[in-house]
């Protein structure tokens, strides 16, 4: 008996192209569901953002409110009176 006929190489050959083929749509729909989750989390930095900058209108801050400083400070330079004067060497 031959085991080896040219149905069983049919059968063979059909079955290897179904799962080639449907290893082929899990790889399409995988990449399709990382490029889905990628910019939904993109979308929501981004909503994220705006949602900030409402509310700090909303609080009335204006954005980069916090760098503007007042002109009697001086940035930087602590002024301190000296106890003692520093003896010169």
Do not use: C, W
């Not at 509310?55 to 801050?61: A, P, S």
């Amino acid at each position: 008996m031959n085991v080896f006929t040219k149905r069983n190489a049919l059968v063979g050959y059909v079955t290897l192209k179904a799962l080639e083929q449907r290893l082929r749509r899990k790889r399409r729909t995988r990449a399709k569901r990382a490029l889905a989750v990628g910019l939904g989390v993109v979308s929501l930095g981004a909503l994220a953002g705006v949602a900030v900058l409402l509310l700090r209108r909303q609080h009335g801050e204006e954005p980069g409110s916090e760098a503007i400083e007042s002109d009697d400070e001086i940035v930087g330079e602590v002024v301190t009176a000296a106890a003692e004067p520093i003896p010169a060497t």
